[in-house]
């Protein structure tokens, strides 16, 4: 690994991952979930407000293109004016053209970790440890369990997440319990 792929927008977030308010400071990545036989990519977006998770795509592997659909679908929830940080590690899916020009389009700040240093996306990857601890290990997953059975069980628990992911840090409430609490969500 040396040098650079292209041009590096730089590490605006230097490890401080929270958030005063909703839309402010994004993260996302790009994970992948297996099981026997099955491969499933996932790239969501998380809020680092309350850990909501914004958007989501999935693909049977990681590429652009599954970047950019999960970018997009976040930027469909904005309001009006709302443009906030996106950040992410340095890989190539968020350093493709399509995807410097997405966050050109709706005035995202995109601050990436350096090469190397995955612990400056380490919230990203926290929220990916409990996903796989809570969805796939400790599980008994049926022989011959189907491509699409398991996309619906990744739609299912990123769906369920926002609802019951019940977290210490938002006083034992849900990413959404949390912004209800607040009059921020209906």
């Not at 709302?82 to 389009?105: F, L, M, N, V, Y």
Request: glycine share 12%; aromatic share 6%; net charge positive.
């Amino acid at each position: 690994h040396r040098g650079e792929a292209g041009e590096h927008p730089g590490n605006h977030a230097n490890g401080d991952f929270s958030a005063a308010a909703p839309n402010r400071l994004c993260l996302t990545d790009i994970t992948q979930l297996s099981l026997p036989g099955l491969k499933r990519c996932l790239s969501p977006v998380v809020d680092c407000f309350d850990g909501e998770v914004v958007a989501w795509s999935p693909s049977r592997s990681p590429s652009a293109r599954l970047a950019s659909s999960m970018l997009e679908r976040a930027c469909s929830t904005l309001a009006p004016g709302e443009a906030p940080t996106a950040h992410s590690d340095c890989g190539c899916h968020h350093r493709w053209p399509g995807r410097i020009a997405i966050c050109g389009r709706h005035g995202l700040g995109r601050p990436m970790s350096p090469k190397g240093r995955s612990p400056d996306n380490s919230a990203m990857e926290g929220f990916f440890g409990r996903m796989k601890n809570e969805m796939l290990h400790h599980r008994d997953w049926p022989e011959g369990t189907t491509y699409e059975r398991f996309g619906a069980e990744v739609a299912a628990y990123m769906e369920g997440y926002n609802e019951t992911g019940i977290k210490r840090s938002l006083g034992r409430l849900s990413p959404s319990g949390h912004r209800r609490s607040l009059g921020i969500a209906v």
